[in-house]
């Protein structure tokens, strides 16, 4: 009898395993289909080809969060872990595509230099609605609803005092009151990245927060520190927590850079991150990280 019923705990798990993984691939090939109904410069084809998995993260509106990850290989370690993000903000439309484009790159490239978790869109209800929009589904900026101390007298003060209560920059009703940006941060607890690369448009600059020396430039476009905001990513990881966070600010949010910037932006990046992603620098000869796609 234990043996009958013990056969039968692990069928039911069998079977509740292969239920969950056919849901999670689900998830993919709608949140695919979606992107690339949404997106000019990627298709349904790209996303699904890329080999996305879905997070336990979601939405609002519970659309899933979906990552890829570029694992140490076998009998290389790794310089260090990079967490690249895009589509904080929904209606940057370039700096989505874009981040397909660099996935595209590491699928053919990926040489174990790094350790990549990559989250191309990590505001899905901002970016696939009718009309795109840079907060979420409950109108709030992730981009603000970071922790920082004394969230009424900074956060909230900033946004009445010096965006005159912008709802573009709304910071929430409090740190982590959105569930995209709570997952984020338990997802750097975990991932414990050594550098956090943040795409953004359209102010075709490059800001810095945090420990390591800035990048001067990537591709074509230059360091212009914007300043660091209360609630911001920026302030959280980089100032707060030390954990450098390079931001790139696409030139346009709805017009893709040339293929030929993408890559040039792409190799800088990676440059960059050869140098700065520890404290040492390491004189590690070029890797096929690198290569264009």
């Known amino acids: 009898m234990i043996s009958f019923i013990s056969k039968i705990i692990v069928l039911i798990c069998l079977l509740s395993s292969i239920v969950i993984g056919e849901d999670k691939e689900t998830l993919v090939n709608n949140q695919c289909t979606r992107i690339g109904n949404k997106l000019g410069s990627v298709s349904i084809k790209d996303c699904l080809d890329i080999g996305l998995h879905a997070t336990d993260g979601e ?3 519970g659309a899933a969060i979906l990552i890829k990850e570029y694992p140490p290989l076998e009998k290389k370690e790794p310089l260090g872990k990079v967490l690249l993000v895009g589509g904080i903000h929904g209606d940057e439309y370039s700096s989505v595509s874009v981040i397909f484009k660099w996935l595209a790159t590491l699928n053919k490239h990926h040489s174990g230099l790094f350790h990549w978790h ?3 869109l990590l505001n899905p209800d901002g970016l696939l609605r009718k009309k795109s929009q840079r907060i979420n589904e409950n109108n709030v ?3 603000r609803n970071f922790p920082i101390n004394d969230w009424e007298n900074t956060a909230i003060k900033y946004w009445i005092e010096e965006t005159g209560k912008n709802p573009r920059y709304y910071p929430g009703t409090e740190a982590l009151s959105e569930p995209e940006s709570n997952w984020l941060l338990g997802h750097v607890n975990v991932f414990r990245p050594d550098v956090i690369v ?5 102010h075709g600059i490059i800001d810095h927060d945090g420990p390591r020396t800035a990048p001067n430039k990537l591709g074509a476009l230059y360091l212009n520190y914007l300043g660091t905001y209360p609630g911001s990513l920026g302030n959280y990881a980089g100032v707060q927590r030390e954990i450098p966070v390079i931001t790139i600010e696409l030139p346009y949010a709805g ?4 293929k030929d910037e993408i890559n040039s932006i792409w190799r800088d990046m990676v440059k960059w991150l050869r140098k700065n992603i520890i404290e040492e620098e390491n004189s590690m000869e070029n890797s096929q990280d690198a290569a264009p796609s």
């Open 59 to 61: 939405s609002v509106k």
């Open 118 to 120: 990559v989250i191309p």
């Open 141 to 143: 900026d992730l981009n």
């Open 198 to 202: 943040s795409v953004h448009a359209p």
């Open 255 to 258: 017009i893709m850079p040339t």
